[in-house]
C-alpha cells in the first residue's frame, strides 16, 4: 500500500517537473529561432550598420533599424510619463485608503482592463485619440502622443498590481510605527511607505516598460509608421515591434532577415528590462 | 459554358512577394503578382489576367481635384509639405504609403516616384484597407490604393488632367497601371491550365470587371 501511494507521489512530481521545463524548453526554442534568422544578417550587413543605421529600405539593401530603437524607447518612455503617476497613484490609494467595498469594486475592474485585447486600444486610439490629437493639436494625428496615451493606459495594471503587492508587503509595524511619533497619513506615505517600497515600484515600472515596448497591434494602428526620427510628439514614428509586424507579410530573402534582426534587437532590450526588473524585486525580497 | 462545379481552389494570401515565392519553391500551381517580376524572377513565365489602376486617393472634404504626375512625386519625396502649394488650404499634407514589399508599393515607386525615393517622414500603413481608412478619416491625408477599391469614402484625384476610370486606362491615357500577373513555373497542370483558360474567358473576365478591374478585351 504504501510502496503504491509513494509510486503515485513520484510520477507526479515527475509528470509536474516535465511540464515546468516544457515551458523553458519553448523560451529555448523561441531563442534558438529567432537567434539563428537574426544573425545571418549582422554578419553580412555589419552589426553598426544595422543597430547603428538611419536608413530602412531592406528591398534596396539599406538594413539600418536605428530610428525604430529610438522610436522604441520615445513611446515607452511617454508610456511611462502618462503611466507611472496614474498607476502609482491607484495603487497607493488601493492600499492606503480604499475601504473594503471599493477595494472589492476596483480590482476586478484593473484586471478586466488588463484583459481587454490590444487590437481594441488600438481601434479606439484611431477612433478617438488621433481625431483629437489632429484637430486640436495638429499633425496628422497617428503620432508619438497618441500612442503614448494608449501604451500608457495599457500599461497601467501593470503597474497597479505590482506597486499594490509591494506597498501591501511594508510590514505593519513601519505604519504603526510613524503614526505613533505624530506623522499624519499622507506623510506616512511618502515619507515611510514609498521608500520601503521603492524597489517594488521601480520594478513594475520597468515590467511596464517591457509591456510597452513589445506591444505591436496598438502601435502600428496609431503610430503612423513613418521611418524617420520623430521631430515632436506630433510626428508619426516606427516601433520595432511595428516594422516586424508590418513587413513580414511580403518580406523575403535578405528583407526577411532584417526582420529577424529586428527581432533580435528587440528581444536583447526586453531580456535587458527583465533582468533590471527582476533584480529589484529580488532586492525586495531579500529585505 | 463550362460547369465547375467540382473545383476547388485553395487560395493563399499574403501579398506579391509571397506569391512569387510560392511558385518559385513549387509550392503552388499557379503564384499570383500585382507587379512585375525582377532580375533574379526572371525564369518564371507570366500571364497578365488584367489590368488595375493606381489611384492617387484624398479626403472627399479636400479641395484639391486634379494634381499632376510632378506633384505627386514631390509630396512623396518630401519636396512638398503643404497643401497650400497644390491649391489647398494652409495645412501640411498627411502623405501615406505602403510598406516596404507591397506590390501596389513598388508599382507606385516605378511608375510615380520614377527612381526618386519616397521620403522618410512619410506616414506608412500595410494594407489598401487601412491607407483608405486613413485617407478617409483625415480631411489633409493623402495616398494611393488600387482603383477597384476606391468609393464614395474617399476622392481620387485627377493625374495630368485625366480621371482614373477604366475607360482612361483602355485608351491609355491614364498611365498609373500595373498588371494583374499569373505566374507560372515551367508546364501549367491540365487543371491549373483549365483555370487559367477560364479566367481569360469572358466569364472569367467579366467576374474581374465586377471587381473595379480592366479587362484584357472590350
Known sequence: ?287 | MLDHRNFVIDVQGGGSTAGIQAIMNNTVSIGMSSRDLDDKEKMLNTITICHDGIAIIVNPQNPVRSLTLQQIRDIFSGKIRDWKELGGIDREVDAVTREEGSGTRSAFEELVMKGKAIDDSIMVQDSNGSVKEVVATDPYAMGYISLGLVDQKVRSVIVDDVAPSIKNIKTGRYKIVRPFLYVTNGELDPYAKEFVNFVLSKDGQNILIKEGLVSLYD
Open chain 1, 1 to 287: 500500500m504504501i510502496e503504491k501511494s509513494l509510486f503515485k507521489e513520484r510520477l507526479v512530481k515527475w509528470v509536474l517537473v516535465l511540464f515546468a521545463l516544457s515551458s523553458l524548453l519553448f523560451l529555448f526554442l523561441i531563442f534558438m529561432f529567432i537567434f539563428s534568422e537574426g544573425l545571418p544578417l549582422f554578419l553580412k550587413v555589419g552589426l553598426f550598420k544595422i543597430i547603428g543605421g538611419s536608413k530602412w529600405a531592406p528591398t534596396k539593401g539599406f538594413f539600418g533599424i536605428f530610428p525604430m530603437i529610438i522610436s522604441s524607447f520615445l513611446v515607452t518612455f511617454g508610456a511611462l510619463v502618462i503611466g507611472a503617476p496614474m498607476g502609482l497613484s491607484c495603487a497607493i490609494y488601493l492600499s492606503e485608503y480604499s475601504g473594503k467595498k471599493m477595494k472589492m469594486f476596483l480590482k476586478p475592474a484593473l484586471e478586466l482592463l488588463a484583459g481587454i485585447p490590444s487590437v481594441v486600444y488600438g481601434f479606439l486610439g484611431v477612433i478617438y485619440i488621433v481625431p483629437l490629437v489632429r484637430d486640436y493639436l495638429g499633425g496628422s494625428g497617428f503620432s508619438l502622443l497618441s500612442t503614448s496615451i494608449i501604451l500608457g493606459v495599457m500599461i497601467l495594471p501593470t503597474i497597479i498590481s505590482i506597486t499594490f503587492d509591494s506597498l501591501v508587503s511594508v510590514p505593519r509595524t513601519y505604519r504603526e510605527g510613524s503614526l505613533a511619533m505624530g506623522a499624519t497619513k499622507w506623510q506616512t506615505i511618502y515619507k515611510v511607505i514609498l521608500p520601503s517600497a521603492k524597489s517594488g515600484i521601480l520594478a513594475s515600472f520597468i515590467l511596464g516598460m517591457g509591456r510597452a515596448i513589445g506591444e505591436t497591434m496598438a502601435v502600428i494602428m496609431i503610430a503612423g509608421n513613418a521611418l524617420k526620427i520623430p521631430g515632436s510628439i506630433l510626428d508619426p514614428l516606427r516601433t520595432l515591434t511595428g516594422n516586424i509586424a508590418l513587413e513580414l507579410s511580403y518580406a523575403s530573402g535578405d528583407h526577411r532577415l532584417g526582420l529577424f534582426s529586428t527581432g533580435v534587437v528587440l528581444m536583447v532590450i526586453i531580456m535587458l528590462l527583465n533582468y533590471v526588473a527582476n533584480f529589484g524585486i529580488k532586492r525586495k525580497i531579500a529585505k
